[in-house]
């Protein structure tokens, strides 16, 4: 199993980095690009909302990502150090009462482009979330 580890600054610019890292990882571990596009997006949203909405932009907080590849699958972590939330208390994007709200859709992105997508309180504070790309066989 290859394994990577990646901090970055809480600041935007680190969204497009991250990105950079999952997609030559992802390439290096032979994933398809039509997969590797479906990593990048989900990496960007995920580390997006890490900076914004977990460190509040607080540049003196970081994000940490791990990228780990094995025969089956690609799993992706990404923590901030904020404050924890409850996924299930985000709203569903597709309810037509939510549809023109700006906020809720980067779940729903993470959950169509990744085969599993789990989101976990760190014991050491902050959130975590762990996202699965497997491998077509």
């Known amino acids: 199993m290859e394994k990577e580890n990646l901090n970055l600054p809480s600041r935007l610019e680190s969204v497009e980095e991250a990105a950079k890292a999952a997609a030559k990882f992802a390439a290096n571990s032979g994933f398809s690009e039509e997969m590797r596009y479906a990593i990048d997006m989900a990496v960007r949203e995920s580390v997006a909302n890490a900076i914004k909405h977990g460190n509040l932009l607080d540049e003196t907080k970081t994000v940490e990502l791990t990228f780990e590849n094995s025969d089956a699958r690609l799993a992706i ?28 859709r980067g779940v729903l992105f993470m959950r169509s482009f990744m085969d599993e997508v789990e989101w976990f309180n760190h014991a050491d504070g902050g959130m975590m979330v762990k996202m699965i790309k497997k491998r077509q066989k």
């Open 77 to 104: 972590t990404v923590r901030d150090f904020g404050a924890c939330f409850a996924v299930e208390e985000i709203p569903d994007p597709t309810n037509p009462e939510n549809l023109l709200k700006a906020n809720g």
